[in-house]
T-cell receptor, first 112, second 111 residues
Framework: DTEVTQTPKHLVMGMTNKKSLKCEQH?????MYWYKQKAKKPPELMFV???????INESVPSRFSPECPNSSLLNLHLHALQPEDSALYLC???????????FGQGTRLTVV | GEDVEQSLFLSVREGDSSVINCTYT??????LYWYKQEPGAGLQLLTY?????DMKQDQRLTVLLNKKDKHLSLRIADTQTGDSAIYFC???????????FGTGTRLTVIP
């Protein structure tokens, strides 16, 4: 199993809503990542979890809150987002560091 | 972040070879990667090369690394319409728990 599974595939939310994005992998990878990708741009790192501990937070606003409940799961909790937060949110995992990172299919988020 | 540069567009005819180029800045990068992204989809890891290698071949894909010039290329032999996508190179500097992506090259394969 070399899959990283993200749910939902699409999400539309209002600026006052609270929602969560989910990511799951069963490859035994100990590093998991959240990336944000705007249209026609490369992915940009948001957060890194290494061995279930947050190791990197790339100055992401607090309206994005990551959580790593166990070594297979990664969540991204969303609250009071802005329209400019609309983007493709990608989850990735890797055995260690950032080598051979495998990406999920992403969640297309639209904030209205 | 790091500066990883790619040309934005490339068009080739079906059956021809495609060469996608990338320049990077961090000479300490241990691994360099090529990812493929189809419209509306996530990133698919195509191949990667360790920085002490000059070349890596994997079926239709050939990666060339010129470490002196910090230049990476991806050659796709016998390009097919299914190869149409955006291709990102990425570097992983030593000690950095991150991937720095290039700007992406949109490959269009003309039937």
């Amino acid at each position: 199993d070399t899959e990283v599974t993200q749910t939902p595939k699409h999400l539309v939310m209002g600026m006052t809503n609270k929602k969560s994005l989910k990511c799951e992998q069963h490859m035994g990878h100990r590093a998991m990542y959240w990336y944000k990708q705007k249209a026609k741009k490369p992915p940009e790192l948001m957060f890194v979890y290494s061995y279930e501990k947050l190791s990197i937070n790339e100055s992401v606003p607090s309206r994005f809150s990551p959580e790593c409940p166990n070594s297979s799961l990664l969540n991204l909790h969303l609250h009071a987002l802005q329209p400019e937060d609309s983007a493709l949110y990608l989850c990735a995992s890797s055995p260690r560091d950032s080598r051979e990172a495998f990406f999920g299919q992403g969640t297309r988020l639209t904030v209205v | 972040g790091e500066d990883v540069e790619q040309s934005l567009f490339l068009s080739v005819r079906e059956g021809d070879s495609s060469v996608i180029n990338c320049t990077y800045t961090d000479s300490s990068s241990t691994y360099l990667y090529w990812y493929k992204q189809e419209p509306g989809a996530g990133l698919q890891l195509l191949t990667y090369i360790f920085s002490n290698m000059d070349m890596k071949q994997d079926q239709r894909l050939t990666v060339l690394l010129n470490k002196k010039d910090k230049h990476l290329s991806l050659r796709i032999a016998d390009t097919q319409t299914g190869d149409s996508a955006i291709y990102f190179c990425a570097e992983s500097p030593t000690g950095a728990n991150n991937l720095f992506f290039g700007t992406g090259t949109r490959l269009t394969v003309i039937p």
